[in-house]
C-alpha cells in the first residue's frame, strides 16, 4: 500500500471515532419512552401517611357519684382530659369525622348519651374551656317529659347553636335488639322512628346519627334506621378501637365507641399512650 493511502486511511479512521463518541455519551442517558415513566411512578409504601383515625369515647354523666361505673365527677372528667392532651392526642368533633375532614390518626371523639342535665355544667366548664364540643346522643322523651335528670330543651339548643352535634339514642331509651323486637314489633319500630321528628321539632335540625340504646344493634335495626334516612349509627362497648371513617369495610350502621366506664380510666389513657407510641 502506497504510504498516502495509508495516510488517507489513517485521517479516515480517526474522523469516524470522533463521530462514534457522540452516539456512546447518548447511550449512558437514555431517553425514558413515555410509557415507562408512568409505570416507573411508585405506588403507596411503607412511608405512604396512614388514613385518619379516631377514638370515639362514650360518656354518659358528670355527677360525681362514685358509686356508679359511668359517672365521672368534673375533676375526675378533667383529669382524664387533660391527660389525653398530654399524650398528644387532640379533640375533633363527630361531625368533622363523619364528614371525613378530620386529619392524623391521633384524635379523640367525645360522645355523650342519654342527656342528663349534668353534661349542661360539664360542657360550661370542662368542655368548652378546652375547646372541645361534645356530640350529645339523646332521647326525646326525657327532654320533652320535663324530667329533672335530663337537659332542658333550652339547654340542648344552646350546646347545638354553639357547635354540639346532636343525635337520637332511641325515644325512651329501649333496646333494639332481636330479642326487643320479638316482644313487641310496635314499640321496636316507634324506638327507632319516632326521635327524629321529635328532635327536629327541639333543635330545628333532623339528626342524621343515632346512637344505639345500650350499645346493642340487630339487623332489623339497622335496616329501620336506613329506612328513616339515618346516615350514621353507634354502637359502644369497653373496647377500644380506632375507626377510619376512610376505610370502605367500616359499616356505617355499626360504628364502635369506647363507653368510659370509672373502672376503665385508666386502661383507656394506658391504650391510648401505646397507640401513640405505635405510630
Known sequence: MHIKSRHILAALGASLALLAIPALEAQEAPIVPAARVATAIPGPG??????????????????????????????????????????????????????????GTHNVVVTIDDGNHSVYRAW????????????????????????????????????????????????HHN???????????????????????AIERLTGARPLAFA?????????????????????????DENIVPVAFSDPRLDHLAVPRTIVYRYIRPIIIRQLKALGAGD
Open 124 to 171: 360550661k366548664e370542662v368542655f368548652q374551656p378546652r375547646g372541645i364540643r361534645p356530640f350529645l346522643f339523646v332521647y326525646p322523651a326525657v327532654i320533652l317529659g320535663g324530667k329533672d335528670f335530663a337537659l332542658t330543651g333550652a339547654q340542648l339548643r344552646e350546646m347545638a347553636a354553639a357547635g354540639c352535634g346532636i343525635g337520637a339514642h332511641g325515644y
Open 46 to 103: 411503607p412511608s405512604s401517611p396512614s388514613p385518619a383515625r379516631v377514638v370515639i369515647l362514650d360518656y354518659h354523666s358528670f355527677l360525681g357519684n362514685a358509686s356508679s361505673n359511668i359517672d365521672l365527677s368534673l375533676e375526675e372528667l378533667a383529669a382524664q382530659l387533660d391527660s389525653m392532651s398530654a399524650l398528644g392526642w387532640t379533640f375533633a368533633t363527630l361531625q368533622d369525622a363523619m364528614a371525613g375532614t378530620v386529619t
Open 212 to 236: 344505639y340504646p345500650f350499645g346493642v344493634f340487630s339487623s332489623r335495626a339497622k335496616e329501620a334506621l336506613a329506612a328513616e334516612g339515618y346516615l350514621w349509627a353507634f354502637a359502644a
Open 175 to 197: 333496646p333494639v335488639s332481636d330479642k326487643a323486637y320479638v316482644k313487641d314489633p310496635a314499640d321496636f319500630m316507634a324506638e327507632l322512628r319516632r326521635p327524629a321528628g
